[in-house]
Structure formats: C-alpha cells, structure tokens
C-alpha cells in the first residue's frame, strides 16, 4: 500500500483528534495512535509524531525520530528514513551543538549506499550533513557536499533549497577567506529568495555579508548591516538570525575593544536565547561561557561568580564537545582575574592544547598571549618570554593574512561594480525595446540597431577604462599593502630594540654578576636571538652602513648559517640607488635566498652586483634541484613570488627567472639607475 504524505498525515490526525489545541495532549494521542497501530499504518503516525515534535527537547524528539528510522528501515520504506535522518542531523549539529556526533550519522548514513529516488529528500540531507562537517571546521569537505544538494536542489525545482545551498557555500568559502567566491554566491542565493519572496531567509544572507565585511575589518560596514538584521528580528521574533548577528556582534566588539557593548549584546542575545526553546542548548553554553570570559577580563568578579554558578548548574552541557575550548578559555580568564595563577595556568595549557591541531589560528593567538601574561604574573620570565615569541609570530601572520583578504576583498567590490553594470545595461536594453510600436516598426527597429551599435562601443570603451582603473587601483593597493609591511617591520624592529632589547641587555648584565653560567648562557642566547629578529624586520645596517655592506652582511651571515658555499662579487652602489629602491632590493635578494635555503637544495650559490652606465643588475645564482618556471607561474599561490614581482614593478626594474629541473636558479633584475 502506497504511504500517506506527511503533510496529509497531520492533517487527518488533527481531523480524527479533534479540535486540540493544547501540544502535549496531542503529542500524547498520536504516541496512543502509534501504540494501537502495526506496520505501515504505524510507521504513519510514528512519522507524523516525528514531524510534529521536530525539534523538541522537552517531547524526546531525539530517541522518537531515531525509533522512527530504525521502523522505517524495517519496512523497507526509504523516503521516510531518509527524511527523518535529515531531520536529526540538523537537531543534533544545529539546535544541540553536536556536530561530531550528526557527523558520524550522516557518514553512516552514506556509507550504506541506499537508492534514494527524491531528489528535495536529497538536498536537504546533503545540506545537513554539510552543515555537521562545516561546523567541525572540515569547511573543503562541507563545500563538496554543498555542492552535491546544490545539483540535487536543481533537479528538483526546489528554489528555496538551491538558494541554502548557495547561501551556506558561500559561508564556508567566507571563512576559507576566498571573499571573491563567496560574495558571488550570496548574491546568487539573495537572487533566489527574493524571487520566492523570502524575506526570512534574505535576512540570514544580511547577516551573512555582515560577517562578510567584519572578516576584512570592515567592522563599521558590518554594524550597520547587524543593527539592520537586529531590528528586524527583533519585531518578527526570529531568532536564528537575531541570536547569531548579536553573538557575532559581541565578536566585534572585543576586537574594537568596545567592552560594554560586547557585554551589552551578550545579555541581550542570553536573554532572548531563553525565550527560544529550539536554540536554547546551541547557544546558552556559548553565550555563558563569554559572559564569564568578558566579566573576568573587565575584572568584574562579583558578576563574573554569577555566571560561574550557572555554567555549574549544567556543568556537562556548557563545558563538553564543541564548547569545551570556551569553557577553558573563559575559565581560565576567571581564575587569572581571582589571581589563582596555578589554576589559570593549567586551564590556560589545556586551552591551548585544545586548539594545537585546529585551523583557527586566532585561539592558538589567544591562548601564547594569555599564557605568557600568567607566567609574567608568576615571575616565571623564561615561560613568559617563550610565550611571547610564538604569540608574537603568530600576531604578525595574522595580520598579513587580513591584509591580503583585505585586497581579496576589494576584488570581490570590483567584481559586483563590474556586474552591476552589466545587469544595469541589459535592462537599458530592454528598456529600449518595450518602447517598440506597431506604427513605427521599421523606424524603431533601426533606431534600436544604431543606439545598440552606439552603447555597444560605449560600453566597450567604458569596460576598457573600467579594467584600467580597477588594474591601477589593484595595483596602488598591493604597493601600499607593501609599504604599510615595511613600516610596520620598522616599528616592530625599533619596538623590540628600544623596549625588550633594552630590558633584555640589562638582564645580561646582571645574570653576569650571578656567576650562573647557565642563566648567563640562556640571557645572552635570549638577547642575541633577539637581535637577530630585529634584524630580520628591518636591516639597520641600509642606513648605517649603506645598501653595499647590507647585502654583504646578509650574504655573509647565509654563508656562516648554512651548509651552502656562498660567493659574491658587489659593486659598490651607495650612491646609485634612492633609500626606496634600496629596501625593495634587499628585500627582494633577501626572498630570493630565503626560497634558496627551503626548496632549492643548493650546495653553492652566488650574489652578483655590478653596474654600469645606464642600469644594476642583481643576479642571485644557485646549482640547487630548479623547477619548471612557467608551470611554477601558473600553479602557484605563493604570496612571496607575487611579492618579488610587485617589488620589481615599484622600482621600475625588470625581474627574470630561469630555472629547470636539476639545472639551478637565476634570478637577474635589472634596476634604471636612480630609480
């Protein structure tokens, strides 16, 4: 016998129950209906129980839907196996916080190779189980499996599934830091909810870009876009999209170190969360757990023990899986703030561990920080010291990686400019021909034929001036992106020099009088690794010894440093060179033997200066493996090549490469005297 749809199942249950309008009586009567029926006519009131209760913590949703697949496989009925399996993949990664667990589901789910004829049915489960693997941070695998509901989506006309498809692609891509692809794909998905007309789901895309923006730094532009979504639902009561633009609000805050507002959006976010019985175990722990991190680091402690005591009242739920990393770092904030370091400390190691093997560079970041603050705060100076090296390496990083998203990002604007006008032109077109008529068919149509004639060439030559402007622009913003580098090198170098280095002589001095030859080993070793580092931020020695003896002493230090036999012969060219050319090309021989020690496997090498009427010209040699240059060039993602390039182009030099397999490196730039 052919089963019931769903939808029809519901409705005739209501029908033969009655008028009912309180839930949990009609919860119990259709558990009655299940009890009192067998095989297929069971299975339709076990599905329509399921569907009734979906999501519900407090009717068991859980332990019933799973009933409810398990019969289903029974009876061989596998659509409604599959729906229902759907269904629990998104309860348990999208309303419990268990991605791990709807993870090992949706695999097992996969791995039994079922034919599954319902294409919607598809889309969906693929969009869930993309969703477990987004959220335990496997974003490449979650595209993949966007991808695939996308093509089911497609097949079955469904325009609101397409649309999540797209929507959440472009999430995963967002947070891959492919800004460009990911724009495309919200204004792909906003396209599709706006045909549909729906507004909920345009809502979640706002806040989508929102995150967008605050990803680059855009965090001004990223308010505004929240404060819209937060009025909005705010007077519709939707709470997907309300709880998470103030949770990632909060997010903002603290990175604009506006704390009152950060707490400020926590509570509010905490308060409408306990309205939400669907949301409530997602985003309670979460919004705790910053609550007592953002009490404790504001010194707060009496507000701070009143979130500890409600963490404590569900101490499994707040503190395990996916929020354990937050309990860590918020607890560990809690002790530091109550000065219980030995606590704080051993917190503060776990939270680290926590986050060693992830992606997530920014809580590696947090954690070297914290720990070097807490070991300060012990006297433990050599722990400090360790922390702050890594946390500092990871500091600078990161924010080279935010200024190359933020030139990805201004691609992506040149991209949607680029299409604006496209679409802009084809309605003027359309425009054009709705104006046709039956009397001056002849006319218009030659009209139309020359005006098209006419705009085609205008918009040819406008297309030409728009990618020259958006080539110069790309361009002035890559050499201020190099120059901003050099500056703030310049600020780092003085910084460590002038502070830590000064600290750091003084303490070499005085582990000296100790008479403690390992203390004075480990001082000394300290402040010339320290040196070594400013040196590596900025050659002082351009300004002090010129250009000339800077490339020698970086010459002569790879030789001393490394097994490679270094040679070099260098024309003295102090005068011939502007203080600008000067540092782009150490920076660019200082690239260039970098690249030599990690891949080129080299046992000799050669640094060349020599100059002549017109031009220098700086060849860097090595006998190293060599590579395909061309294959190299259309292959590679290296910023530091795209780098030497730009360096090159800025001092209006020439830059060549020669290499090949087992043949050695030659790289030869040519550099206009007084450029």
């Given amino acids: 016998m052919k089963l019931l749809t769903p939808i029809f199942i519901f409705i005739f249950s209501i029908s033969i129950l009655g008028q009912e309008t309180n839930t949990e009586v009609l919860v119990n009567k259709l558990k009655h209906k299940v009890n009192q029926s067998d095989k297929g006519e069971k299975l339709k009131w076990m599905d329509s129980l399921s569907l009734f209760i979906r999501n519900k913590k407090e009717f068991n949703y859980d332990s019933i839907v799973r009933y409810t697949i398990e019969y289903a496989f029974e009876l061989d009925s596998i659509t409604i196996a599959t729906r229902h399996t759907s269904h629990l993949i998104f309860y348990l990664s999208n309303r419990l916080g268990k991605p791990e667990e709807a993870l090992n589901f949706f695999e097992d789910f996969i791995n039994k190779d079922i034919h599954i004829k319902h294409e ?55 947070d891959k830091g492919d800004f460009v692809k990911a724009s495309l794909l919200l204004e792909e998905a906003e396209k599709i909810y706006r045909q549909i007309n729906d507004t909920t789901r345009l809502i979640l895309t706002r806040n989508s870009r929102a995150n967008l923006y605050s990803q680059n730094g855009f965090f001004k532009e990223a308010e505004i876009e929240r404060n819209d979504v937060i009025a909005l639902t705010e007077k519709i009561k939707y709470y997907p999209a309300l709880l998470s633009a103030l949770y990632n609000a909060s997010i903002d805050n603290r990175k604009t170190k506006n704390f009152k507002k950060q707490i400020s959006n926590l509570k509010k976010a905490l308060k409408y969360t306990r309205e939400s019985t669907e949301l409530i175990d997602l985003y309670e722990p979460r919004l705790l757990n910053s609550l007592l991190k953002a009490y404790s680091r504001m010194n707060d402690l009496s507000k701070a023990k009143m979130i500890h005591k409600e963490i404590q009242k569900n101490i499994n739920r707040n503190t395990t899986g996916v929020f354990e990393g937050m309990y860590l770092e918020a607890i560990a904030s809690f002790y530091y703030a109550q000065r219980d370091y030995p606590l704080a400390l051993e917190s503060g190691i776990k939270y680290l561990e926590k986050h060693k093997s992830s992606k997530h560079f920014e809580n590696i970041y947090d954690a070297h920080n914290f720990l070097y603050t807490t070991y300060e705060a012990m006297g433990n100076n050599i722990k400090a010291y360790e922390h702050y090296k890594k946390f500092s390496k990871i500091k600078d990083s990161i924010e080279t990686v935010q200024k190359t998203k933020a030139l990805a990002y201004y691609q992506t604007l040149y991209e949607t400019e680029k299409r604006d006008a496209k679409i802009k032109a084809q309605n003027s077109e359309i425009t054009l021909l709705d104006t046709k008529n039956e009397i001056k068919t002849q006319w218009i149509l030659f009209g139309g034929t020359g005006l098209f004639a006419l705009f085609a060439i205008l918009y040819l030559l406008r297309s ?55 203390i004075e080993s480990l001082a000394g070793n300290t402040l010339e690794e320290l040196r070594t580092i400013s040196r590596g931020l900025h050659p002082a020695s351009i300004e002090k010894l010129g250009i000339t003896a800077a490339i020698e002493s970086l010459v002569n230090e790879m030789d001393v440093n490394t097994d490679i036999f270094f040679t070099h012969d260098i024309d003295n060219i102090d005068q011939e060179v502007t203080k600008e050319t000067s540092i782009h090309l150490y920076r660019i021989i200082q690239e260039a033997l970098n690249n030599m020690l990690k891949h080129a496997e080299a046992k000799a090498a050669s640094v060349i200066i020599e100059k002549n009427a017109t031009t220098i010209k700086a060849i860097v040699k090595d006998n190293g493996k060599g590579f395909e240059f061309l294959e190299k060039i259309r292959q590679s993602t290296s910023l530091g090549m795209k780098t030497l390039m730009e360096r090159a182009k800025i001092i209006h030099s020439s830059l060549k490469i020669e290499s090949a397999p087992n043949k050695g490196t030659i790289l030869q730039l040519t550099i206009p005297k007084y450029s």
């Fill in 464 to 518: 030409r001036s728009f990618a020259r402007k958006k080539q110069k622009l790309q361009t002035q913003f890559s050499r201020n992106l190099i120059k901003g580098q050099e500056e703030e090198r310049v600020r780092l170098a003085r910084e460590l020099h002038d502070s830590v280095g000064q600290k750091l002589m003084l303490l070499n001095r005085k582990t000296k009088s100790l008479d403690d030859p390992v």
């Fill in 120 to 174: 919607g049915i598809l889309a969906e489960l693929y969009i869930n189980g993309a969703d477990s693997h987004y959220f335990t941070g496997k974003l490449e695998k979650a595209i993949d499996l966007y991808k695939i509901a996308e093509s089911h989506a497609i097949k079955s006309k469904d325009s609101m599934l397409l649309g999540s498809a797209k929507e959440y692609q472009a999430d995963a891509y967002s």
